[in-house]
C-alpha cells in the first residue's frame, strides 16, 4: 500500500518539478466566452439555457473550495449536500435524494465501485482529478436511467484527451497542506502532443491523521441517551463525570487516510474528433469512524477477558474499522463531429474496473467487497432542422452496464450478485427563439440474479418541458417528468450485520419499481448588474424505497428493514450574485445562495437524514491580482427527522479566503485559507453518523497551484 503511495508521490513531483521548470503557458479554454456547454446533457445545451437546474463547477472553483473528498468540495453548491461518513467516505445528496438515486459519473460513465451500496465506501474519484464538475439536480432519467431519479454529479476529468495541448506542452499541480488534521494534498498533470497523438500522466495522493473537533465527537443528546440506557438513571453525579471523560473529546477517532491515484491516458487528435484509452489505479486506506474501537474495553470491563475473546471470535464488533481500496480501471472514448448532412456528431464513452476493498477489523480481515464490471455509453446527434420557424434538434443513445458484486466473510451483508442493466433513449428540442419545447424518453431494463433469488425489472421514464424567454437575458422553464427507478441488490437481498456502518441491514426480495411524478420552474433572469437562478420542486413518488430503523436489534446492532411507502418531495434552492461597487481600488461582489427540502410520507413523518432549510452569503474583493473573499454559512435547526433518528442542532461556519498571484511572469497562485473560523461545532443532518462525528473545527489551508 505505501509502496504505492510513494510511486504516485514521486509522479507528482516529477510533473511540479516540469512545471517550475518549464516557462508558463496558457491554459486551454473550457468555455466559450461566457458561454458553458453542460456536456452531461445530451444535446449539449449551454448552461443558461438548459431547462433543468444547473451547475457547472470549474477547476478554479475546485480548488479555491477544496474540502477533502469530491462530494464534501461540492457540497456548497446549492441544493446539494453530503452523507459525509467521514473526511474519507461521502457521497453526494442532491435536494434530499442520494445512494442510488444520484449518479456518481466520470465522463459519462458509472464509477464501478462500491459506494451506493453503503455511505462508509468511498467514491473513486478525486475533485482534484476534475477539470470540472457538472451537476444536474433533479430527475436525469431520461440521458443516465432509474438511477439517476435525483441527480447526476458528472466528473469530466481530461484523462483521455480531447484537443492538442497547446504549444506542444501543459500541466498544473496543485499542493496544499492542513492544519485540522495534519493534512497533506499533492496532485499534477502533464499533457503534450506526439505527432498526431496526445499524451496525459497524472498523479494524486492525499494523507491526513484524525482531524480536531471543538469539543465532544458524540452530540450531547446521543451522550444522554447512552447514558441513560447503560446506568438506567442510577448513577450519581460521580459516576455522570467519569462516564463522560471517557467519551471522544477533541478528535474523531479513527478518521486517517491515505489516498492515491496515478493514471495514464493517450489519444488520437483528428480536426473532427478524437479517439484514446486510459489507465488508472486508485489505492486508499482510510478509517471509518463512529466508536468501534470503545466495545472492546467496555466488554472487558463488564464480562472479563473471556467474554470478550469471545466477543472477538463471533464478529469482531469491538475494533476500529479500516478499510483498504484497490481500483483498476481502463477508460475508451471518442468523438467525430461533422459526419454528413443528418449526423451532427457521434461519441462513445465504455469504461472496465475491478474493484475490491477489505473492511479490516483492527488487523483482521472482517469483510471482503469485490465488483467486476463495465459500463459503455454510445450517443449520436442530427443536425439541426428548420421547422415551423424554429430549429429542431436531438439525439438518440445507448448505454448499458454490467456487474458482478461480492461481499465476502462472516459478516456479510448482502449475498453475492450480479447485476445487467441496458437502456435506449431519445431527447429532442424545438426552439423559436421566444420559446421552445423540449421532450425524452428512455425505456431501461434491469436483471439482477443471486444463487437463490432473481429479479428482472422493466422501467420507462418521460419528460416534457416548455420554455419562454419573454425578455432579454431571462429563461423560465417548466418541466414535468415521469421516471422509475428498479431496486439495487442490497435493497433487494440484505440480511446481515454490517460493522463498518454499525447496522443490521434487512432487504425485502418483493419490492417492486419505485416511481416519481415531479414538476420543476427553473429561473434565470437579470436584475440590473445581479444575475439569479432559482429552482421550485415537487416530486410524488410512489413506492419510495428506504431502509427505517425498526427499534429492533441484532447482533448488537440496531436493524434497519428496506421498505416501500408514498413519499412527497418538495422544495426550492436559488443563488443570487452580483457587483457591490468599487472602493479603495478593490472591485466587491456578493452572493447569497439557499435551499430547502421537505420529504413527508403520506402514512405519516418524515424521511430520514432530510437537509435543514440552509443559507449562506459572501462577499469578495479583488484587486490587482489579489482576491479575498468570506462566507458565512447558516443552517436551520432539522427537526423533521424519521423514528429513531435524533434532530440536529443549528450552526454558523465563517470561512475566509486569500489567493494572489505572487509572481506575475508566471500563472502562479497561492490560497491561503481559514476554515471554520470560529470553531464552531456542526453537525450534518444528511450524515448517517450526525451524532457521532462532527465536521471539522478550526482548520487553516496554505496551497500552491501552477499551470504551465
Known sequence: MFARLKHSTALVALMAGAGLAAPALAQQAEVDGDVIVVTSAPLGVTADEIVGAVEVVDRRHLED?????????????????????????????????????????????????????????????????????????????????????????????????????????????????????????????????????????????????????????????????????????????????????????????????????????????????????????????????????????????????????????????????????????FDLRGEWRDLGEHVDRVKFSFGTGSYEHVELEGDEIGTLFTNEGWEGRLEARHVAIDLWGGSWEGAAGVQAFSRDFAAIGEEAYVPPSETSDWGVFLVERWDAESWGLEGGLRLERRELDTASDSRTFETSSLSGSIFFRPVRDTFLAVTLSSSERAPTDVELFADGPHVASSTFELGDPDLDIERAVSAELTARTRLGDWTLEASVFRADFDGFIAAYATGAEEDGFPVFAYSQDDVVLSGFEGRLEGPLGAWGGWDFDGELTGEYVEASLDAGGDLPRLPPLSLTAGISASRAGHDLHLEAEWADVQDNTAPFEFKSQSYVIVNARWSFEPLPERDMRVILEARNLTDAEARLHTSFLKDQVPLPGRNFRAALVLDF
Do not use: C
Not at 486517517?256 to 480536426?271: K, Q, R, T
Open 65 to 329: 473550495n477544496l474540502s477533502g473528498s469530491l462530494a464534501d468540495t461540492i457540497a456548497h453548491e446549492p441544493g446539494v449536500s453530503t452523507t459525509y461518513f467521514g473526511p474519507a467516505a461521502s457521497r453526494p445528496v442532491i435536494r434530499g435524494l442520494g445512494a442510488d438515486r444520484v449518479r456518481v459519473l466520470v465522463n459519462g460513465v458509472g464509477l464501478i465501485d462500491a459506494s451506493t451500496n453503503s455511505p462508509d465506501h468511498a467514491v473513486a474519484s478525486e475533485a482534484l482529478e476534475a477539470q470540472r464538475v457538472e451537476i444536474l439536480r433533479g430527475p436525469a432519467a431520461i440521458a443516465y436511467g432509474g438511477a439517476a431519479i435525483g441527480g447526476v454529479v458528472n466528473v469530466i476529468d481530461g484523462r483521455i484527451p480531447e484537443e492538442r495541448a497547446e504549444d506542444g506542452l501543459e500541466g498544473r499541480f496543485y499542493g496544499s497542506v492542513t492544519s485540522v488534521d495534519d493534512g497533506e494534498t499533492a496532485a499534477g498533470r502533464v499533457r503534450f502532443n506526439a505527432g498526431q497523438f496526445v499524451i496525459n500522466l497524472e498523479g494524486l495522493m492525499r494523507t491526513a491523521q484524525p482531524y480536531d473537533i471543538p469539543g465532544y465527537a458524540e452530540s450531547e443528546t446521543f451522550r444522554l441517551f447512552e447514558e441513560a440506557e447503560e446506568h438506567e438513571d442510577e448513577h450519581d453525579d460521580d459516576d455522570e463525570e467519569e462516564h463522560e471523560d471517557e467519551h471522544p473529546y477533541g478528535t474523531v477517532e479513527n478518521s486517517g487516510l491515505d489516498f492515491n491515484s496515478a493514471s495514464a491516458g493517450i489519444s488520437w487528435v483528428g480536426e473532427n474528433g478524437f479517439i484514446g484509452v486510459a489507465f488508472k489505479q486508485t489505492n486508499a486506506l482510510y478509517g471509518v469512524p463512529g466508536g468501534h474501537a470503545e466495545g472492546e474495553e467496555e466488554h472487558e470491563d463488564e464480562h472479563g477477558d473471556d467474554h470478550n475473546e469471545d466477543q472477538e471470535n463471533e464478529g469482531g464488533h469491538d475494533e476500529s474499522v479500516r478499510i483498504d481500496l484497490e481500483q483498476t480501471r
